[in-house]
């Protein structure tokens, strides 16, 4: 067992809150209607749910009101930028440091968890209700607030409920959980209402500021072919990070997230061997996909190199992209890069069992990205 403190989860500061309060009235009959396990526990957290669903839906025809027409005539500035890469890859890092380019835009949490209203709503309730929100994410130590950059998952989980997020309050639920991970799986009907939800989401945050979009879903890793469709032109960016640090971290992450999320009892752990064929799933759809993508629309990005030299990267990933603006990003980022090396990662203990098995079972991730097996003590203690 390794010398390192393990980190235990946090205590929850999002009180009854939870990405559910931001659905409409029909997201929330499609949620009840997949049966989610209800608590007692959470009896706060469900009581929300329908004055939540009536203030969201009240909002939502507002804002049509007041700006459906300018919605649907707002076109991207340019395609947006895609992170890739699987949940804790690195991907929030990377969102950050492109957020950081005042030439990009990204949506923000207070986007992501009211996607129906957030033009006519924003300035005002985000700083009334910006003592609500926790200093940190409950997963690790990155800064939340309202206005910090955030997944466009979560805004689609929101709208369509056709989401992976579902595990949040499905945590073993896995055929739920799949069901919405592959659009190109779904019904037409429901595809339809994906992308819909998509195009609306880019209009809207374009519509309130005018750049190129920089989106970050760990999601969208399965969904290259779609976004391609939709997106001609588009950039990507994937992120890989060592094979057992990933599957590590993605246990303390469902375990945190439907603690915080869920409607039912906290789960008890019991994700290792999902989180391997997830990750096994996500990497063959990246290898099968990534050449679909047009020759100098694809930056390949290694997490350890990213963190250690993020100006050297960043540089990197503009030039292989044809980015503009670099001086720029160098200006707004230089600033960050001492604070960056002060951020305190999570720490877990390697099992020696799992670290074996992870090794044996992602054994083509471990050679297609270059990390080497582990070492032969943690395989013989296993």
Same mark, same amino acid.
């Given at each position: 067992?390794?010398?390192?403190?393990?980190?235990?989860?946090?205590?929850?500061? /999002?009180?009854?809150?939870?990405?559910?309060?931001?659905?409409?009235?029909?997201?929330?009959?499609?949620?009840?209607?997949?049966?989610?396990?209800?608590?007692?526990?959470?009896?706060?957290?469900?009581?929300?749910?329908?004055?939540?669903?009536?203030?969201?839906?009240?909002?939502?025809?507002?804002?049509?009101?007041?700006?459906?027409? +300018?919605?649907?005539?707002?076109?991207?500035?340019?395609?947006?930028?895609?992170?890739?890469?699987?949940? +804790?890859?690195? @991907?929030?890092?990377?969102?950050?440091?492109?957020?950081?380019?005042?030439?990009?835009?990204?949506?923000?949490?207070?986007?992501?968890?009211?996607?129906?209203?957030?033009?006519?709503?924003?300035?005002?309730?985000?700083?009334?209700?910006?003592?609500?929100?926790?200093?940190?994410?409950?997963?690790?130590?990155?800064?939340?607030?309202?206005?910090?950059?955030?997944?466009?998952? $979560?805004?689609?989980?929101?709208?369509?409920?056709?989401?992976?997020?579902?595990?949040?309050?499905?945590?073993? /639920?896995?055929?739920?959980? +799949?069901?919405?991970?592959?659009?190109?799986?779904?019904?037409?009907?429901?595809?339809?209402?994906?992308?819909?939800?998509?195009? @609306?989401?880019?209009?809207?945050?374009?519509?309130?500021?005018?750049?190129?979009?920089?989106?970050?879903?760990?999601?969208? @890793?399965?969904?290259?072919?779609?976004?391609?469709?939709?997106?001609?032109?588009?950039?990507?960016?994937?992120?890989?990070?060592?094979?057992?640090?990933?599957?590590?971290?993605?246990?303390?992450?469902?375990?945190?997230?439907?603690?915080?999320?869920?409607?039912?009892?906290?789960?008890?752990?019991?994700?290792?061997?999902?989180?391997? *064929?997830?990750?096994?799933?996500?990497?063959?759809?990246?290898? @099968?996909?990534?050449?679909?993508?047009?020759?100098?629309?694809?930056?390949? $990005?290694?997490?350890?190199?990213?963190?250690?030299?993020?100006?050297?990267?960043?540089?990197?990933?503009?030039? &292989?992209?044809?980015? &503009?603006?670099?001086?720029?990003?160098?200006?707004?980022?230089?600033? &960050?890069?001492?604070?960056?090396? *002060?951020?305190?990662?999570?720490?877990?203990?390697?099992?020696?069992?799992?670290?074996?098995?992870?090794?044996?079972?992602?054994?083509?991730?471990?050679?297609?990205?270059?990390?080497?097996?582990?070492?032969?003590? /943690?395989?013989?203690?296993?």
């Amino acid at each position: 067992m390794s010398e390192e403190k393990k980190t235990k989860p946090k205590r929850s500061s /999002q009180g009854p809150f939870s990405i559910w309060h931001g659905m409409k009235i029909s997201g929330l009959y499609n949620l009840m209607k997949l049966g989610p396990q209800l608590s007692w526990t959470k009896a706060g957290r469900i009581a929300l749910l329908p004055p939540m669903a009536l203030y969201n839906s009240t909002m939502a025809a507002v804002e049509s009101l007041l700006y459906g027409r +300018r919605i649907r005539e707002t076109e991207p500035v340019a395609p947006p930028i895609f992170i890739l890469g699987f949940w +804790r890859s690195g @991907t929030t890092l990377l969102h950050n440091l492109m957020d950081s380019d005042p030439q990009f835009t990204t949506t923000t949490l207070y986007q992501t968890v009211f996607p129906w209203h957030f033009l006519t709503t924003q300035t005002v309730a985000s700083r009334l209700t910006a003592a609500f929100i926790p200093e940190s994410r409950p997963m690790d130590n990155v800064r939340v607030g309202w206005d910090v950059a955030q997944e466009d998952e $979560v805004a689609l989980c929101v709208m369509t409920q056709l989401s992976p997020y579902l595990m949040v309050t499905f945590p073993y /639920q896995f055929e739920i959980i +799949r069901r919405y991970i592959d659009i190109e799986a779904i019904s037409e009907q429901d595809r339809q209402r994906w992308c819909s939800a998509l195009d @609306t989401l880019i209009r809207k945050v374009t519509l309130r500021t005018p750049k190129q979009l920089v989106l970050k879903s760990p999601s969208h @890793t399965f969904r290259i072919q779609t976004l391609l469709k939709m997106y001609p032109g588009a950039k990507f960016i994937y992120i890989y990070r060592d094979p057992f640090d990933v599957f590590n971290s993605n246990c303390h992450l469902r375990q945190t997230m439907a603690t915080e999320n869920t409607l039912g009892e906290n789960p008890k752990g019991g994700f290792e061997d999902d989180v391997i *064929k997830w990750y096994n799933e996500g990497f063959t759809s990246y290898q @099968t996909n990534k050449w679909s993508i047009p020759e100098g629309d694809l930056c390949e $990005v290694k997490y350890e190199e990213l963190a250690a030299d993020p100006l050297g990267q960043m540089n990197r990933i503009y030039e &292989q992209l044809s980015l &503009q603006n670099v001086d720029a990003m160098r200006a707004a980022i230089e600033p &960050q890069v001492e604070e960056l090396k *002060k951020y305190k990662k999570n720490k877990f203990d390697r099992d020696p069992h799992w670290v074996k098995e992870v090794y044996q079972r992602c054994r083509a991730a471990y050679d297609e990205f270059g990390y080497p097996p582990p070492n032969d003590g /943690q395989i013989e203690a296993a």
